[in-house]
T-cell receptor
Framework: DQQVKQNSPSLSVQEGRISILNCDYT??????FLWYKKYPAEGPTFLIS?????DKNEDGRFTVFLNKSAKHLSLHIVPSQPGDSAVYFC???????????FGAGTQVVVTP | GAGVSQSPRYKVAKRGQDVALRCDPI?????LFWYQQALGQGPEFLTY????????KSGLPSDRFFAERPEGSVSTLKIQRTQQEDSAVYLC??????????????FGQGTRLTVV
């Protein structure tokens, strides 16, 4: 069963505009959420995280929002840059050692 | 090295062949994870080590899969009698576990296994 879902397989956005990536989860035991970015032929790279005690975390151009009641989180990238073109994975953890459940990923393409 | 290192980067195996995939985690990282990523999907958890102890192997798809980390640093994922459905990218990740707090896992570049 897919406990973490990214329903948009792809997203195209103009350079300078906002990218919004969405992620839904079903397991209420998840208490830590992460976003990873992946370029082709490379491993995922950590981007930003949020614990369930917060509803927002910001790091430069990246902001993650968590809505626990809706079991939904989103990643905002503003402004989007061409180097942001990559696959973005949402991941969640609910155990003491950080085993991650990943979504299927969203391919972001930032056009000039 | 500074990051998680995996070898080989690419492996082609004939069906029925045994393979061994190596992971060198970041020095000092207590936790080590193996994930399997099929084409077009997100990584799926295989197994977890805390130092040399394998605390969770619930994600290993069959008894053909075996992982070890005998000295609490380098880890090897072994797949016996490979099948075509084993074709995937195998990712290793390590993290510096701090009691009571989560830290992010750092991933290696992965080993792409193709079974022909």
């Amino acid at each position: 069963d897919q406990q973490v879902k990214q329903n948009s397989p792809s997203l195209s956005v103009q350079e300078g505009r906002i990218s919004i990536l969405n992620c839904d989860y079903t397991n209420s035991m998840f208490d830590y959420f992460l976003w990873y970015k992946k370029y082709p032929a490379e491993g995922p790279t950590f981007l930003i995280s949020i614990s369930s005690i917060k509803d927002k975390n910001e790091d430069g151009r990246f902001t993650v929002f968590l809505n626990k009641s809706a079991k939904h989180l989103s990643l905002h990238i503003v402004p989007s840059q061409p180097g942001d073109s990559a696959v973005y994975f949402c991941a969640a953890s609910g155990d003491s050692w950080g085993k991650l459940q990943f979504g299927a990923g969203t391919q972001v393409v930032v056009t000039p | 090295g500074a990051g998680v290192s995996q070898s080989p980067r690419y492996k082609v195996a004939k069906r029925g062949q045994d393979v061994a995939l190596r992971c060198d985690p970041i020095s000092g990282h207590v936790s080590l994870f193996w994930y399997q990523q099929a084409l077009g999907q997100g990584p799926e958890f295989l197994t977890y080590f805390q130092n040399e102890a394998q605390l969770d192997k619930s994600g290993l798809p069959s008894d053909r899969f075996f992982a070890e980390r005998p000295e609490g640093s380098v880890s090897t994922l072994k797949i016996q009698r490979t099948q075509q459905e084993d074709s995937a990218v195998y990712l290793c990740a390590s993290s510096l576990e701090i009691s009571g707090w989560y830290t992010e896992a750092f991933f290696g570049q992965g080993t792409r296994l193709t079974v022909v």
